[in-house]
């Protein structure tokens, strides 16, 4: 069975630390994202990567930054966390668009 | 500006009875749609698609409407059942930039016993 593994379940953060969010996926697609969801505005677009050391922005990067430096791996990093990053993160992937799969995703929290 | 509505964020119906849930777009280059179900701390799970060719899907229990004139698609289940109590989300791409999908933002729905 295809699978996304997002590395925590639950995280908290002090506002100001630099974070990382780790996901892997073992399908050998080609694409992968990261969103974030929060209650109201549905599931947000941070990062997006459509190959190996590729991004591109998605609606709302402003704080955050991503790293592909392998093909099943792509990480999400806020570079200094603050209170307004606290959500639900959710990675996926894509072979060639259409249909996601996604991670069970992080809940962070930064205090 | 939201590209994907889901206007109702909750629904509450009676077990056996029919769910509606309802989805507006705005963008005229979207041809191809997609619902995902999400339970509370799980990752949203994809339930059916619609090619923007087609105005209906139907996959068991579950069936998907698209209206392109009127720019909505909607989903029905029937009959609905308790362990359907989710949060669902539509999602919309264009052809040109497929593997994006813009999601909209969720409709929290609960089927009673």
């Known amino acids: 069975d295809v699978k996304v593994t997002q590395s925590s379940r639950y995280l908290v953060k002090r506002t100001g630390e630099k974070v990382f969010l780790e996901c892997v996926q073992d399908?050998?697609?080609?694409?992968m994202f990261w969103y974030r969801q929060d209650p109201g505005l549905g599931l947000r677009l941070i990062y997006f990567?459509?190959?190996?050391?590729?991004?591109e922005k998605g609606d709302i990067p402003e704080g955050y930054s991503v790293s592909r430096e392998k093909k099943e791996r792509f990480s999400l990093i806020l570079e200094s966390a603050s209170t307004n990053q606290t959500s639900m993160y959710l990675c996926?992937?894509?072979?060639?668009?259409?249909?996601?799969?996604f991670g069970s995703g992080t809940r962070l929290t930064v205090v | 500006d939201q590209q994907v509505k889901q206007n109702s964020p909750s629904l509450s119906v009676q077990e056996g009875r029919i769910s509606i849930l309802n989805c507006d777009y705005t963008?005229?280059?979207?041809?191809?749609f997609l619902w995902y179900k999400k339970y509370p701390a799980e990752g949203p799970t994809f339930l059916i698609s619609?090619?923007?060719?087609?105005d209906k899907n139907e996959d068991g229990r579950f069936t998907v409407f698209l209206n392109k004139s009127a720019k909505h698609l909607s989903l029905h289940i029937v009959p609905s059942q308790p362990g359907d109590s989710a949060v669902y989300f539509c999602?919309?791409?264009?052809?040109?930039?497929?593997?994006?999908?813009?999601f909209g933002s969720g409709t929290r729905l609960l089927v009673r016993p």
């Open positions: 963008n005229s280059m979207f041809d191809y």
């Open positions: 399908m050998d697609h080609e694409n």
């Open positions: 999602a919309a791409s264009e052809a040109d930039s497929s593997y994006k999908l813009i």
């Open positions: 990567s459509y190959d190996v050391k590729m991004k």
């Open positions: 996926a992937s894509s072979l060639r668009g259409r249909g996601y799969t």
């Open positions: 619609i090619s923007s060719i087609k």
